[in-house]
């Protein structure tokens, strides 16, 4: 099994809902990752959880919020985003995170911010 | 500040022919580069990957170039084909930094 699944494929919410967003793998990657892509724009890293601890936060807002549970699911807890949060989020893993190369990215999950 | 360009948005380019992507960094500390491949409503997927202590990378159908003293690479297609059409990413890091640092993208489409 060589897939990152994201669910879900969709997400319309209000400013003042509170929704999750879900990741999971199951190749044994020990790091995994939250990325936010704009249309016409590459992916941009918000978090890496390496060895499901929390190893790097690029400054995002505290409205977004990382959890690991085990080392095959990621959540992205979301809380009062704001319109311009709209974007499509991207999970990725890799097997430690340490070492270079490829990262496997899930689909996504398109984001709007009503 | 854009670390990793591509300047090229998109590139269009017969079946059968050569395709060159191009790719420019700044930041000298990068010591790994990598391609990834993204169809629409589909993750990127990675596709090539070349250690600055290289200049060429081969599989198959790709090669990665890198001129590390002009802050350069580009990938390579040959030949190309219709499948090929898709957005290719250029990604750069630090190793053991954990953090991929991407290009813009440029928009590939192959003609039959």
């Known amino acids: 099994d060589t897939e990152v699944t994201q669910t879900p494929k969709h997400l319309v919410m209000g400013m003042t809902n509170k929704k999750s967003l879900k990741c999971e793998q199951h190749?044994?990657?020990?790091?995994m990752y939250w990325y936010k892509q704009k249309a016409k724009k590459p992916p941009e890293l918000m978090f890496v959880?390496?060895?499901?601890?929390?190893?790097i936060n690029e400054s995002v807002p505290s409205r977004f919020s990382p959890e690991c549970p085990n080392s095959s699911l990621l959540n992205l807890h979301l809380h009062a985003l704001q319109p311009e949060d709209s974007a499509l989020y991207l999970c990725?893993?890799?097997?430690?995170?340490?070492?270079?190369?490829?990262?496997?990215f899930g689909p996504g999950t398109r984001l709007t911010v009503t | 500040d854009q670390q990793v360009k591509q300047n090229s948005p998109s590139l269009s380019v017969q079946e059968g022919r050569i395709s060159i992507l191009n790719c420019d960094y700044t930041?000298?500390?990068?010591?790994?580069f990598l391609w990834y491949k993204k169809y629409p409503a589909e993750g990127p997927t990675f596709l090539i990957s070349?250690?600055?202590?290289?200049d060429k990378n081969e599989d198959g159908r790709f090669t990665v170039f890198l001129n590390k003293s002009a802050k350069h690479l580009s990938l390579h297609i040959v030949p190309s084909q219709p499948g090929d059409s898709a957005v290719y990413f250029c990604?750069?890091?630090?190793?053991?930094?954990?953090?991929?640092?991407f290009g813009q993208g440029t928009r590939l489409t192959i003609n039959p």
């Open positions: 990725a893993s890799s097997p430690t995170g340490l070492e270079v190369g490829e990262q496997y």
């Open positions: 190749m044994g990657h020990r790091a």
């Open positions: 959880y390496s060895y499901e601890k929390l190893s």
């Open positions: 930041n000298s500390m990068f010591d790994y």
């Open positions: 070349i250690s600055s202590i290289k």
């Open positions: 990604a750069a890091l630090i190793q053991g930094a954990q953090k991929l640092v």
